[in-house]
């Protein structure tokens, strides 16, 4: 799912994915594509 806004995570790019696990709005950098989910999640932080 796409939205709009700014990186919920490095609060500078612009947001272009939702994490279905968490919610946070993240942009391509800290979304991890392969698991689907933001890069905290990726790693169990979510």
Sequence with gaps: ???SGLCQ???SAPANHTCPNCG???CERHFDRQRGE???C???MG
Excluded: N
């Design 42 to 44: 990726s790693v169990g």
């Design 9 to 11: 995570h490095c609060e």
């Design 1 to 3: 799912m796409s939205r």
């Design 24 to 26: 946070s709005l993240v």
């Design 38 to 40: 933001c890069a905290s």
